[in-house]
């Protein structure tokens, strides 16, 4: 079954620690990949995307997640940390067999010690 | 601000009472997609529309659900017969056709609480 897979459920650092979030999925052909953040109380925001091209995609806020499809994983990396990065992520698939419909992991959140 | 619009953003019901909640994707989106989320959990697909017509819906959305979207423009998804399992946060999500490179936006969310 396609599915999506974040390893950690709850991750805590300090301002300026370097983070990195697990993510795999499923294989199941050809995808896109995809990073979703919720800061609290705010709605979903795309962090970034992967469609083609280089597996090292940049996004915002300093943010960027690097594609292995041998290992069929999309860590996020950030190399230093704020206090305003508190907020669940949410890694993301669209596999192109399945047309438009997004599976999404379960969600890690991060919290971040002043 | 010319995001994706949902109503109402909170809704309290009792069991067995019918809801409708409303999305108004961004103006030129011609896809548009329901989610259901869960408290812990990531958002898990219910349906998806591509300008009027209903073309995938998840084993989730069962028979006291219907959505729709009439003209192409805002949808409306109806739950029946409301059951305690339907407390969760329903999202909306629109994206402009690009074959592969189609992404989506998302809504803030209809908090529904079934009592």
């Given at each position: 079954a396609q599915s999506v897979s974040q390893h950690n459920h709850h991750v805590i650092l300090s301002e300026a620690a370097s983070l990195e979030l697990g993510c795999n999925y499923s294989y199941g052909g050809t995808v896109n990949l995809f990073w979703y953040v919720q800061y609290p109380g705010q709605h979903l925001q795309l962090l970034l995307k992967y469609f083609s091209g280089d597996p090292l995609v940049k996004g915002i806020k300093g943010f960027e997640a690097e594609f292995i499809k041998s290992k069929f994983s999309f860590n996020l990396r950030k190399p230093s940390v704020q206090w305003s990065d508190t907020a669940e992520y949410f890694c993301a698939v669209n596999y192109y067999s399945s047309a438009s419909k997004i599976i999404f992991g379960s969600g890690t959140r991060l919290s971040i010690r002043p | 601000d010319t995001g994706v619009s949902q109503n109402p953003r909170h809704k309290i019901t009792k069991r067995g009472q019918n809801v409708t909640f409303r999305c108004d994707p961004?103006?030129?989106?011609n896809r548009l997609y329901w989610y259901r989320q869960t408290l812990g959990q990531g958002p898990e697909f219910l349906t998806y529309f591509q300008n009027e017509a209903q073309l995938e819906k998840s084993r989730l959305l069962s028979d006291r659900f219907s959505a729709e979207r009439p003209k192409g423009s805002f949808s409306t998804l109806e739950i029946q017969r409301t059951e305690q399992g339907d407390s969760a946060m329903y999202l909306c999500a629109s994206s402009l056709e690009g074959g592969s490179t189609d992404t989506q936006y998302f809504g803030p969310g209809t908090r529904l609480t079934v009592l």
């Open positions: - | 961004i103006s030129e989106h």
